[in-house]
T-cell receptor, first 112, second 119 residues
Framework: DAKTTQPPSMDCAEGRAANLPCNHSTISGNEYVYWYRQIHSQGPQYIIHGLKNNETNEMASLIITEDRKSSTLILPHATLRDTAVYYCIVLNSGAGSYQLTFGKGTKLSVIP | GAVVSQHPSRVICKSGTSVKIECRSLDFQATTMFWYRQFPKQSLMLMATSNEGSKATYEQGVEKDKFLINHASLTLSTLTVTSAHPEDSSFYIC???????????????FGEGSWLTVV
């Protein structure tokens, strides 16, 4: 699976949009982009995933560039409970393995 | 509600003893489950892939005789840490793969994790 690069940390003011970038320049055509987050001392929580189109759900939006080499996770109105480590992962689910390889992620701190 | 349940959430054991952690898929049958380990301030590291009805597949560097995995049913996988040592103290997390075709959304769900402290 392709490797991802994320900034180690970011701050965001409460109520503002949090934009978390991810580079995945070696992504291949059949690899999905997945985002998970991990709040301290808990298991990872699924946020969103996509292949090439932008996606939106009740938690977030995922914007994938046209060349698919990078993406941005958007939390439209960050709250204190969104403070967590956010992981961007590319996954070739077509290969059948579904093994998620976690990088170091981005530690998002939402500030009152 | 929870899709994956882990038990116990916290356990303390003495050095040299064995401890078992259970991972249950609550919403669907899972032929594949994954076990991860996470040390403080580090990312999750995949330990092994648990396959129902067959032997688990271990990642490089993970001792299969120390970390015994049993996937005896389509809803339960267990991880047994044998002859535990203080350096085995960690956060152990399982994940479950939803069968393809049942749902168009998320495919992989995680348990809440189990804190193991070996004293």
């Amino acid at each position: 699976d392709a490797k991802t690069t994320q900034p180690p940390s970011m701050d965001c003011a409460e109520g503002r949009a949090a934009n978390l970038p991810c580079n995945h320049s070696t992504i291949s055509g059949n690899e999905y982009v997945y985002w998970y987050r991990q709040i301290h001392s808990q298991g990872p929580q699924y946020i969103i995933h996509g292949l090439k189109n932008n996606e939106t759900n009740e938690m977030a939006s995922l914007i994938i560039t046209e060349d698919r080499k990078s993406s941005t996770l958007i939390l439209p109105h960050a709250t204190l409970r969104d403070t967590a480590v956010y992981y961007c992962i590319v996954l070739n689910s077509g290969a059948g393995s579904y093994q998620l390889t976690f990088g170091k992620g981005t530690k998002l701190s939402v500030i009152p | 509600g929870a899709v994956v349940s882990q038990h116990p959430s916290r356990v303390i054991c003495k050095s040299g003893t064995s401890v078992k952690i259970e991972c249950r898929s609550l919403d669907f049958q899972a032929t594949t489950m994954f076990w991860y380990r996470q040390f403080p301030k580090q990312s999750l590291m995949l330990m092994a892939t648990s396959n129902e009805g067959s032997k688990a597949t271990y990642e490089q560097g993970v001792e299969k005789d120390k970390f015994l995995i049993n996937h005896a049913s389509l809803t339960l996988s267990t991880l047994t840490v044998t002859s535990a040592h203080p350096e085995d103290s960690s956060f152990y997390i399982c994940s479950v793969r939803r069968p393809v075709g049942l749902h168009s959304g998320n495919t992989i769900y995680f348990g809440e994790g189990s804190w193991l402290t070996v004293v």
